[in-house]
């Protein structure tokens, strides 16, 4: 039972460069999340979905896009990739209902540094 | 503005020495709260959820209570195994359903 699938597991990008961090997730949940963790700053929400087809804006969505064309998949991409972008990203997703209610599951992240 | 605050940062214990972590949170309403436990180099984990104060669970050597402004992690005669970093979160009943609000953590060093 996979659960959260990141990939890639780690990357470096030069400034402006762009690319694309995928999550899968097979417990078929509607919600998916992605987050950054810096040191010091604990989890920040980047963006959301809440189905298929849908995204919304989190905390920190700057410099930021994603789809969410398939259910079981959520896309985030960097166009032109900062130095400020390096940090260690966690896609997540959840289902709400009456006895799970939020659970968030979480992949093992994406560690990327951005020179 | 709603937040969630985790003391202390850091806490090292030997083992079988237990203690207890802290999460206060600032809120209007309380809809769930969550306790996650992370290890270096992997995500988060989750451990419990506590929805109404006066509520407790338990999981082997640990166990969290919830008040009305805060929530306890307690461990009990550690293990070197449980050094982790463990991190709080919160869901407001003002917000979306899906929407957690995490605390920074507290980074646990169990020493054998």
């Known amino acids: 039972n996979a659960g959260v699938t990141q990939t890639p597991k780690f990357r470096v990008l030069k400034t402006g460069q762009s690319m694309t961090l995928l999550c899968a997730q097979d417990?078929?949940?509607?919600?998916m999340y992605w987050y950054r963790q810096d040191p010091g700053m604990g989890l920040r929400l980047i963006h959301y979905?809440?189905?298929?087809?849908?995204?919304a804006k989190g905390e920190v969505p700057d410099g930021y896009n994603v789809s969410r064309l398939k259910k079981q998949n959520f896309l985030l991409g960097l166009e032109s990739a900062a130095p400020s972008q390096t940090s260690v990203y966690f896609c997540?997703?959840?289902?709400?209902?009456?006895?799970?209610?939020?659970?968030?599951?979480f992949g093992a992240g994406t560690r990327l540094s951005v020179l | 503005e709603d937040q969630v605050t985790q003391s202390p940062e850091a806490l090292r214990l030997q083992e079988g020495e237990s203690s207890s972590l802290n999460c206060s949170y600032t809120?209007?309403?309380?809809?769930?709260l969550f306790w996650y436990r992370q290890d270096p180099g992997k995500g988060p984990e989750f451990l419990f959820t506590?929805?109404?104060a006066g509520e407790e669970k338990e999981k082997e050597r640990l166990k969290a209570t919830l008040t009305k402004k805060e929530s306890f992690l307690h461990i009990t005669a550690p293990k070197p195994e449980d050094s982790a970093t463990y991190l709080c979160?919160?869901?407001?009943?003002?917000?979306?359903?899906?929407?957690?609000?995490f605390g920074k953590g507290t980074l646990l060093t169990v020493n054998p």
């Open positions: 506590l929805y109404s």
């Open positions: 979905s809440v189905g298929e087809g849908t995204t």
């Open positions: 979160a919160v869901q407001f009943s003002g917000g979306s359903n899906y929407k957690l609000t």
């Open positions: 997540a997703s959840s289902q709400w209902d009456l006895v799970a209610k939020n659970i968030q599951y």
């Open positions: 417990m078929n949940h509607e919600y």
């Open positions: 809120v209007s309403g309380l809809r769930g």
